[in-house]
T-cell receptor, first 112, second 116 residues
Framework: DAKTTQPTSMDCAEGRAANLPCNHSTISGNEYVYWYRQIHSQGPQYIIHGLKNNETNEMASLIITEDRKSSTLILPHATLRDTAVYYCIVRPHNNAGNMLTFGGGTRLMVKP | DAGVIQSPRHEVTEMGQEVTLRCKPISGHNSLFWYRQTMMRGLELLIYFNNNVPIDDSGMPEDRFSAKMPNASFSTLKIQPSEPRDSAVYFC??????????????FGQGTRLTVV
């Protein structure tokens, strides 16, 4: 699986947009970009995923660059409850399992 | 749906004892995963089942660890004998489709294991 690089930590003011970057310069054509988050003392939670087009759901937006070497997860109006570790994962469509390989993630702190 | 259910939520045991962690996946999901999380190593995939069959157990640390899935609604992760370095949070996750589909995995609340 392609590796990802994320900043270790970020701060965001409550009510502002949180933009979390992820580099995946070795991504292959059949690999999707997934985002999960883990709130303290809970299991990871799926947020969104995409291949090459930008995606949006009720939780967030995912912007993938045209060369697919990087992406940004956007939380449009961050709340205190969005404080969590955010994981960017790339996974091929045809790997032997639905496995998710987690890296270190970005620790997002939303401040009042 | 109650989601992925893990038990116990917390387990404290003495070194050398056998520990069994349990997981009930979401009904209808045919993929099940066991992960371990520590401060030092983060989230590590231990083993993955598809249709109750172990597909990849390359993440299982050593022979002291074993996992079974006797049916579609139950899985266990056993450590025998347990050691202090096994202390971690163990997560179970399930996914609704097989290996060629891109779908989300649903995680349980985890079991916090402490081996003293």
């Amino acid at each position: 699986d392609a590796k990802t690089t994320q900043p270790t930590s970020m701060d965001c003011a409550e009510g502002r947009a949180a933009n979390l970057p992820c580099n995946h310069s070795t991504i292959s054509g059949n690999e999707y970009v997934y985002w999960y988050r883990q709130i303290h003392s809970q299991g990871p939670q799926y947020i969104i995923h995409g291949l090459k087009n930008n995606e949006t759901n009720e939780m967030a937006s995912l912007i993938i660059t045209e060369d697919r070497k990087s992406s940004t997860l956007i939380l449009p109006h961050a709340t205190l409850r969005d404080t969590a570790v955010y994981y960017c994962i790339v996974r091929p469509h045809n790997n032997a399992g639905n496995m998710l390989t987690f890296g270190g993630g970005t620790r997002l702190m939303v401040k009042p | 749906d109650a989601g992925v259910i893990q038990s116990p939520r917390h387990e404290v045991t003495e070194m050398g004892q056998e520990v069994t962690l349990r997981c009930k996946p979401i009904s209808g999901h045919n993929s099940l995963f066991w992960y371990r999380q520590t401060m030092m190593r983060g989230l590590e995939l231990l083993i993955y089942f598809n249709n109750n069959v172990p597909i990849d157990d390359s993440g299982m640390p050593e022979d002291r660890f074993s996992a079974k899935m006797p049916n579609a609604s139950f899985s266990t992760l056993k450590i025998q004998p347990s050691e202090p370095r096994d202390s971690a949070v163990y997560f179970c996750a399930s996914s609704p489709t097989g290996p060629l589909m891109n779908t989300e995995a649903f995680f349980g609340q985890g079991t916090r294991l402490t081996v003293v």
